[in-house]
């Protein structure tokens, strides 16, 4: 009989310490399960690969079960990732919620009902445990103090000046935890400018606050006064169609072709990968070289160069480490919000014969990613 009770005993306290690991003081709703929602101010192939990469990193960490991921350019955006999320992932701990995401589609207006729709939500239905906020209109949506569900934001590129977080290191809102790359920007600028030692860098650039925050302007900024070369910049208009906000981009590098010896590529709604061959040309026929602001993606697809980050796993595992460490009862802020990532210097030698340029030898051996061509991409 003591036996019996003994083994009852550990039996019911291995039970307590099982169902405790998973409480947390923020989730207050019936659900047993952590269930997620999305967000984001409108599609962007950033915001798909960090995705794609979360999802990796809750089945590496036993969150979801072991399957298949397609690959992250089968899908057209991050909704119809959400879509396969919903009805192909097997979790104990989690669950995407089928009409938990939300995209503002890069309107106005659109983002301000979005917002007032997922607070309501938050407050009248209490369905929602997790947000994944992605970018500068996502993350400066959610990372309030009008709600109190742990919020963990992605794919930002200076959360500090968009006023999303306080610092690097501390989000400044218990429920609030953001994934930070520092010095990534000015270590690309660096590179840039070792290999071309220009004097004017044109910047085109969404002409908002919140496009100055997306371009992380005041690290380009300072990386330029360190560096020893000036800012040429060209702000545009986002605001309007999808054929009206490439011609405006087109229109500023046609602009900045005449005024700098080189073009920095920022990342804007405006680089839209199916127009790429014609918002390339103003560049080709100045002859100037580029640098993608964004990564590897746009170095295949025309751009001259950019620091490839081989994935985007680095960030995607450090949210998902943030959310398990949220579900077994941490504070989002308590959580570790910098990380590293992994970078190697990625160059188009199409283009570079386009402008002009035959790399030196010691640039090609430290090339980790070689593009031929250039890859139109018509989707």
Not at 148 to 158: C, E, H, I, L, Q
Request: hydrophobic fraction near 40%; glycine fraction near 6%.
């Amino acid at each position: 009989m003591r036996k019996i009770f003994i083994y009852f005993f550990v039996f019911l306290c291995s039970f307590c310490l099982s169902t405790e690991s998973f409480a947390h003081p923020l989730k207050n709703s019936p659900s047993p399960k952590w269930r997620i929602a999305y967000v984001e101010g409108g599609p962007y192939s950033e915001y798909q690969s960090t995705f794609m990469a979360i999802l990796k990193g809750f089945m590496q960490q036993n969150i979801l079960k072991k399957t298949a991921l397609p690959p992250v350019n089968s899908f057209a955006d991050s909704r119809e990732i959400w879509n396969w999320a919903v009805q192909n992932t097997q979790s104990d701990i989690i669950e995407f919620i089928p009409d938990g995401f939300y995209s503002a589609n890069w309107d106005s207006e659109q983002r301000i009902e979005q917002k007032k729709t997922v607070l309501k939500r938050i407050n009248e239905q209490n369905d929602i445990d997790i947000i994944l906020a992605f970018g500068t209109f996502g993350g400066s949506d959610f990372a309030t103090d009008e709600h109190d569900v742990p919020t963990f934001v992605m794919s930002v590129t200076d959360y500090v000046q968009a006023k999303i977080i306080v610092s690097p290191q501390d989000s400044g809102r218990d429920h609030v935890h953001a994934s930070v790359e520092t010095g990534r920007y000015e270590r690309q600028l660096a590179t840039f400018f070792d290999v071309f030692h220009f004097k004017k860098l044109g910047i085109p650039f969404d002409d908002s606050e919140d496009g100055k925050a997306t371009i992380a302007l005041t690290q380009l900024e300072n990386a330029a006064k360190k560096l020893g070369f000036e800012i040429e910049l060209c702000g545009f208009n986002t605001l309007e169609s999808k054929d009206k906000v490439v011609d405006n981009l087109i229109s500023c590098l046609e602009d900045l072709g005449k005024r700098s010896d080189a073009i920095y590529m920022t990342m804007n709604t405006a680089m839209q990968r199916d127009r790429m061959t014609d918002i390339l040309e103003p560049v080709i026929n100045a002859g100037l070289p580029t640098f993608s602001q964004l990564g590897v993606d746009e170095t295949e697809l025309g751009v001259l160069m950019s620091l490839s980050q081989p994935s985007f796993d680095n960030e995607g595992l450090n949210t998902v480490n943030a959310i398990i460490e949220t579900i077994n009862g941490k504070l989002p802020r308590e959580c570790e919000q910098e990380y590293s990532g992994p970078l190697g210097l990625a160059i188009n030698l199409k283009m570079a014969m386009l402008i002009g340029w035959n790399p030196p030898f010691e640039i090609l051996a430290a090339v980790d990613n070689i593009f031929h061509e250039i890859r139109n991409d018509t989707k």
